[in-house]
């Protein structure tokens, strides 16, 4: 068939309240995703803990640009 594989799922759930901070989480993980690094780093994960430094560092790298 013409699909490529998937190889990555992302499932995301919030609290019917917390509608604002599930925006800034599903605008982080976009962007994380489109950074254009996210594939080979996520790939070359290979604990649960370096999955999600993949997301935690992108996120932390951007808030330190966004300080100044």
């Known amino acids: 068939s013409g699909y490529a594989p998937v190889n990555t799922v992302i499932l ?6 917390k509608r604002s901070e599930y925006l800034r989480g599903l605008a982080m993980v976009a962007q ?3 950074s254009g690094k996210f594939e080979s780093r996520w ?3 290979q604990t649960q803990e370096q999955l999600k430094d993949v997301f935690l560092l992108a996120h932390s790298r951007r808030q330190s640009f966004s300080d100044y």
Do not use: N, V, Y
């Not at 995301?12 to 309240?17: I, K, L, Q």
């Open 12 to 17: 995301m759930f919030s609290s019917p309240g």
């Open 32 to 34: 994380t995703i489109l």
């Open 43 to 45: 790939e070359k994960a």
